[in-house]
C-alpha cells in the first residue's frame, strides 16, 4: 500500500468557458463566488514542490494584508484581511519566493530563493515594481529604517545591502550558509544556518558572533539514562526582539553515542520529553547571556512569531505514531502549536508546552500572529487560515502534494523528520556518534540517484536500503512499499545544491586547472565530481568519493567532520595532504575553485 496523507487531496477542475470551478476531495468546495481576481492564472496542474523552508508570510500595512509568499507554486499571494480577499501575482518558474519584508514606505521586498533575485512590491497596489539580481541563493531579508536600504543574507555568505527604493546591490561577503538578516534596535544581526550563530555586523563587517549555549540534560534509553550534551545548530528563522536582541528557532543535536539498532533514534529526554534532536527556541538580550527552552513532543518546527500573546510555532508535522502492522500507511499529524509566552521568564522551566492547538491536520509553513488571531499558511490547501474566522483560500492554485515530500518531512515516532537531520535536503552540520563509527551527515543535494551505494563507507545499496535501515529501524516508521520508496528518491533527485561565488576568481581559475593537473578528476570525476566508487585515501577506511556540489557550505569536511576549513580537509586532518598535494599555494587554489562548485 502506498503511503498516503490522512487526507488526500484531488483536484478535480472543471473548465467551462473562461469560468472555473473544482473540488478539492474531502474539504468544502471551493465557494465559486470567491472573489477570483481576474488575472488569476487558471492553471490548476502539478508541480514538484521544493524542501519546506518555512517562514514566508508577513503582515503589512499595520495588519491589514499578509503577504505570503508560496515557494511550491512560485507565486505570491495578498491576503486582504478586512475584505477576505486573495490575489496572487506570478513569478518566474523556479523563482522560490522566501521571506517577506516591508519598508517603511509601505513597499514589500520578497527574497527569491532560486531566482538570485528580489522583487519589490508597490506600496498601493501590490504590483511588482522592480526585480533585482542579488546573488544565487537569498534567504533572508530585513529593512533597515536608519538607511532605507534592503538587506539580503545569501547562503553563498554575502550580505547584500540596496536601496529600498531603487538602486543596484553592493555585497560583503560575511560567511558561507548565512540565514537570516534582522534589524533589532540599532543593531544588525545575520544568522548561519547550520551553525545557528547569531552574528551582528555593520559597516565595517563582523562586530562579534553568539551561538545558543551547549545544553546538557538527563536522557532515558532502556539501558538506563545518561547525561546527554546537545550542540544547537539548524537555525531555521530567527526573529528581531525589538530592542537590540533576537530569538532564534533551531535545533540541537546530541554528541553521545546513539545506537543504530532497532528504534535507536527514539531516545527520550527525561525531563521535556523531548527526543534526540530537541527543537528549541532561544532568547538572545541585547547584552548579556541567551536563554534556551525546549518544545515537548516537536517533529519539524520551521517557524515562528512572537507577540505579548505568546509564541506560535509552524510545525509543519508533528509526531507519527508507528502503525499497528508493518506495512499501515503513515498517518500525519500535522498541525501548528501554541505556547504559552509566560513561562518564558516567570519559571525558568527549560521545558514548552503547547497550551493551545491551532490548524491541526495542516501543513502549515509560516505563521503570524494580527492581534489575538493567529494565521497560518497552510501550503497544501493554499489558504490562509485564521483563528476564530473563515479561510481565505488562493483559488486556481496548482496541487503541490507529493508523497516523497511528505515522507522526507513527516514526523516520526522518533520525535524527527528526514528533513531533521537534512534540513532543506542538506545536512545539519553535525558529526554523528554511531555505535561503532562516527560519521558527519551527508547532504542529499545536487542529485543523488545514480550515486549509489549511499552513507560514507557504502553500506547502504540504494533507496531501498536507506528507508529500511533509517526510516523504519532507526526512526521507528513504518516499513514502506517500492512506491513509497521510489517517491522519496524521485523527490530528493530533484533537489539542487547550494551555489557560492567565486572570492578570488583568478585563484579559482587556478584552482580550475590544478584540480585536472593534481589528479583529482580520477576520483572526483564527471559533473557530480564522483565515480561513486569508496576509495582507501589514508583517511581510516574506504569511503565513498563524496560529491563536491555545494561543497563550501557543507562543512565540516571529510566523513568524521575532522576538518573544520576546506584547507584543513585538502592539507588531511593527520598532516598527510589529500590528493598528495603537498604545495600549499596550490591547495589555496584548489580551495578557492571548490568553493564555487
Ligand atoms: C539522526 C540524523 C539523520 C536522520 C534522521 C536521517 N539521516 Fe540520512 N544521513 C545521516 C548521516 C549521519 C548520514 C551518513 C551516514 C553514514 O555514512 O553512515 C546520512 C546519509 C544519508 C544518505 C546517503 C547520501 C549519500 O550520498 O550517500 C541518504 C540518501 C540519506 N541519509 C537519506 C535520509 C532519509 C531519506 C532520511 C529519512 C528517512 C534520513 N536520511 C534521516 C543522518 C540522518
Ligand atoms: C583516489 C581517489 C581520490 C582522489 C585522487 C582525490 N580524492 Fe578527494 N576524496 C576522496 C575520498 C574517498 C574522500 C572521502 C574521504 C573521507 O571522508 O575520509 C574525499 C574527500 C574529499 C573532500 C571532502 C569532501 C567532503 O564532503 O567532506 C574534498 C574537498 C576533496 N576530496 C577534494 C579533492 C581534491 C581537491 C583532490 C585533488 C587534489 C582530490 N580530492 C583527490 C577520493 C579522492
Not at 541563493?137 to 545569501?154: F, K, W
Not at 512569531?305 to 510555532?313: A, E, H, I, R, W
Amino acid at each position: 500500500m502506498a503511503p498516503m496523507r490522512a487526507l488526500t487531496i484531488g483536484l478535480l477542475v472543471a473548465l467551462a468557458g473562461c469560468s472555473q470551478s473544482y473540488t478539492i476531495d474531502g474539504v468544502d468546495p471551493v465557494d465559486p463566488t470567491d472573489p477570483v481576481d481576474p488575472t488569476d492564472p487558471v492553471d490548476p496542474g502539478h508541480l514538484t514542490p521544493p524542501p519546506i523552508s518555512g517562514g514566508h508570510m508577513e503582515l503589512v500595512h499595520g495588519g491589514a494584508f499578509a503577504i505570503i509568499a508560496d515557494p511550491d507554486r512560485d507565486r505570491l499571494h495578498v491576503a486582504d484581511l478586512d475584505r477576505d480577499t486573495v490575489r496572487t501575482i506570478l513569478l518566474e518558474p523556479g523563482d522560490e519566493p522566501g521571506r517577506v519584508v516591508e519598508d517603511t514606505a509601505g513597499r514589500v521586498h520578497v527574497a527569491l530563493r532560486r531566482g538570485g533575485a528580489v522583487v519589490s512590491l508597490n506600496a498601493d497596489t501590490f504590483a511588482i515594481q522592480r526585480r533585482r539580481v542579488v546573488c544565487a541563493n537569498p534567504r533572508g531579508i530585513a529593512h533597515d529604517p536608519a538607511t532605507d536600504e534592503v538587506l539580503v543574507a545569501c547562503a553563498g555568505g554575502s550580505l547584500a545591502r540596496m536601496g529600498a527604493g531603487g538602486g543596484a546591490p553592493s555585497l560583503t561577503f560575511i560567511e558561507h550558509d548565512l540565514r537570516d538578516v534582522i534589524v533589532s534596535g540599532d543593531r544588525t544581526y545575520v544568522t548561519t544556518f547550520r551553525s545557528a550563530e547569531l552574528i551582528r555586523v555593520d559597516a565595517g563587517g563582523i562586530v562579534d558572533r553568539r551561538a545558543p549555549r551547549v545544553d546538557t540534560h538527563f536522557m532515558f534509553q532502556p539501558e538506563g539514562e545518561f547525561e546527554g550534551t546537545f550542540l544547537p545548530n539548524v537555525a531555521w528563522r530567527t526573529r528581531p526582539d525589538g530592542a537590540g536582541g533576537a530569538w532564534m528557532l533551531h535545533q540541537a543535536s546530541m554528541t553521545e553515542t546513539v545506537n543504530v539498532t532497532m528504534e535507536g533514534y527514539s531516545l527520550s529526554d527525561l525531563e521535556c520529553e523531548t527526543g534526540l534532536i530537541p527543537v528549541s527556541l532561544t532568547h538572545f538580550p541585547a547584552d548579556g547571556a541567551p536563554t534556551t527552552r525546549r518544545f515537548k513532543s516537536a517533529g519539524l518546527a520551521v517557524d515562528f512569531t512572537v507577540s505579548s500573546l505568546g509564541f506560535f510555532v509552524a510545525m509543519p508535522s508533528e509526531i507519527t505514531e508507528p502503525g499497528g502492522g508493518e506495512r499501515s500507511p503513515i498517518i500525519p499529524e500535522p498541525g501548528s502549536v501554541f505556547i504559552a509566552f509566560s513561562q518564558w521568564e516567570d519559571t525558568g522551566n527549560p521545558c514548552l508546552r503547547s497550551t493551545q492547538r491551532e490548524f491541526v491536520g495542516d501543513e502549515i509553513t509560516a505563521v503570524a500572529m494580527n492581534g489575538g488571531q493567529f494565521l497560518g499558511w497552510d501550503r497544501l490547501e493554499a489558504r490562509v487560515r485564521r483563528s476564530g474566522e473563515s479561510d481565505l483560500r488562493a483559488v486556481g492554485q496548482p496541487t503541490v502534494d507529493d508523497p516523497g515530500h511528505e515522507l522526507f518531512h513527516v514526523g516520526t515516532f522518533a520525535q524527527m523528520a528526514c528533513a531533521t537531520c537534512h534540513p532543506e535536503g542538506r545536512e545539519d552540520g553535525h558529526t554523528w556518534d554511531f555505535s561503532d563509527v562516527v560519521r558527519r551527515t551527508q547532504t542529499l543535494t545536487g542529485g543523488i540517484l545514480g550515486t549509489e551505494p549511499f552513507h560514507w563507507s557504502g553500506d547502504q545499496a540504494d533507496m531501498r536500503a536507506i528507508m529500511d535501515e533509517t526510516f523504519t529501524r532507526r526512526m521507528s516508521a513504518p516499513l514502506l512499499d517500492d512506491e513509497g520508496i521510489t517517491q522519496v528518491g524521485t523527490w530528493l533527485d530533484t533537489l539542487p545544491e547550494v551555489a557560492s561565488p567565486a572570492r578570488d576568481h583568478a585563484a579559482a581559475a587556478r584552482g580550475e586547472d590544478a584540480f585536472v593537473s593534481e589528479g583529482c578528476v580520477d576520483c572526483h570525476a564527471g559533473p557530480r565530481f564522483t565515480d561513486n566508487r569508496s576509495v582507501d585515501v589514508g583517511t581510516g577506511g574506504a569511503f565513498q568519493v563524496p560529491s563536491l556540489l555545494g561543497l563550501a557550505v557543507r562543512g565540516p569536511w571529510l566523513h568524521d567532520g575532522c576538518a573544520e576549513s576546506l584547507g584543513e580537509a585538502l592539507a588531511g586532518c593527520d598532516g598527510a595532504p589529500h590528493g598528495g598535494v603537498a604545495d600549499a599555494a596550490v591547495r589555496a587554489d584548489l580551495v578557492a575553485y571548490l568553493e564555487t562548485l
